[in-house]
Nanobody, 125 residues
Framework: QVQLVESGGGLVQAGDSLTLSCAPSGRILTYHVMGWFRQAPGSEREFVSAVSGGRTYYADSVKGRFTISRDVAKNMVYLQMNILKPEDTAVYYC????????????????????WGQGTQVTVSS
């Protein structure tokens, strides 16, 4: 069974930084795309960032503040989050897919067939 395990969440103040990590456990697959989504209370899960090959994708709300990176050898993905804002508060989910999606599909949750349990990020004002 393939699982993704996130770590690095926590409670921080506005303007602080956090780095999330995601590592696979169980059966190791080749993921063509790895990314991050988030879900705030009462809201739908939304795309944050993804990396596919040498290409990175960001939601407009995090562009310039968040940086995604990937260690292909370890099948790990990281999300460096800077200048955090209260509106970044959410549960952050790691996601991966062994498929080869189109660029348009990278930002859509149904594209991903592997998910982590989520890690809480809370940003106080």
């Amino acid at each position: 069974q393939v699982q993704l395990v996130e770590s690095g969440g926590g409670l921080v103040q506005a303007g602080d930084s956090l780095t999330l990590s995601c590592a696979p456990s169980g059966r190791i697959l080749t993921y063509h795309v790895m990314g991050w989504f988030r879900q705030a209370p009462g809201s739908e899960r939304e795309f944050v960032s993804a990396v596919s090959g040498g290409r990175t994708y960001y939601a407009d709300s995090v562009k310039g503040r968040f940086t995604i990176s990937r260690d292909v050898a370890k099948n790990m993905v990281y999300l460096q989050m800077n200048i955090l804002k209260p509106e970044d508060t959410a549960v952050y989910y790691c996601a991966a897919t062994s498929r080869m999606p189109t660029m348009e599909a990278v930002v859509r949750a149904p594209t991903y067939n592997y998910w982590g349990q989520g890690t809480q990020v809370t940003v106080s004002s």
